[in-house]
């Protein structure tokens, strides 16, 4: 069966995305449907869970929505490239240690790719592929927090 046409792909998501997901909000599941009607997946690094899961009953939340979601693993060959990533950037420390795992699961993903992330000028810092056409380079998506700490996002718009 033929993939449906349109905007779309693989949908990697930060722990903000995943979070937003898992709240049910409108905006992540859509782009989320429109990758699974693509017959795409929906994708998070492991690197990621230890952001969003806390070992509490609050947890039930993300623990449902992973059951929909590949969780890429992060082995050495990862973990080297992403710590060339950062030198290749020029971005160091704890900061972007994070990121940039997720990062080298994005540019790992057969294209398109859609990246929806609460930190959209360093995700495309790093996901930056300027040897590739336009229409094949990983579509960074922002993702808006609500004011209060903790809360979850509630925006997604193309940054």
């Given at each position: 069966m033929a993939k449906p046409q349109g905007v779309g792909g693989t949908l990697v998501l930060d722990a903000q995305g995943l979070?937003?997901?898992a709240a049910g909000d409108p905006a992540v599941r859509a782009l989320a449907r429109k990758a699974y009607e693509r017959y795409e997946q929906v994708v998070t690094?492991?690197?990621?869970l230890a952001e969003v899961?806390?070992?509490?009953?609050?947890?039930?939340?993300i623990h449902?929505?992973?059951?929909?979601?590949?969780?890429?693993?992060?082995d050495k060959e990862l973990g080297r490239e992403a710590g060339e990533l950062l030198g290749a950037t020029g971005m160091s420390g704890h900061r972007y240690t994070v990121d940039a795992l997720l990062a080298v699961v994005a540019l790992a993903q057969p294209r398109?790719?859609?990246l929806v992330t609460s930190d959209p000028k360093d995700m495309a810092r790093l996901t930056e592929e300027p040897e590739r056409a336009k229409?094949?380079?990983?579509?960074?998506?922002?993702v808006l927090c609500r004011s209060g700490a903790g809360g979850p996002p509630?925006?997604?718009w193309v940054s």
């Amino acid at each position: 069966m033929a993939k449906p046409q349109g905007v779309g792909g693989t949908l990697v998501l930060d722990a903000q995305g995943l979070v937003k997901f898992a709240a049910g909000d409108p905006a992540v599941r859509a782009l989320a449907r429109k990758a699974y009607e693509r017959y795409e997946q929906v994708v998070t690094a492991a690197s990621t869970l230890a952001e969003v899961l806390r070992g509490r009953a609050e947890d039930a939340r993300i623990h449902r929505v992973l059951q929909r979601v590949s969780v890429a693993s992060i082995d050495k060959e990862l973990g080297r490239e992403a710590g060339e990533l950062l030198g290749a950037t020029g971005m160091s420390g704890h900061r972007y240690t994070v990121d940039a795992l997720l990062a080298v699961v994005a540019l790992a993903q057969p294209r398109s790719v859609v990246l929806v992330t609460s930190d959209p000028k360093d995700m495309a810092r790093l996901t930056e592929e300027p040897e590739r056409a336009k229409n094949q380079r990983i579509a960074v998506l922002k993702v808006l927090c609500r004011s209060g700490a903790g809360g979850p996002p509630d925006r997604v718009w193309v940054s």
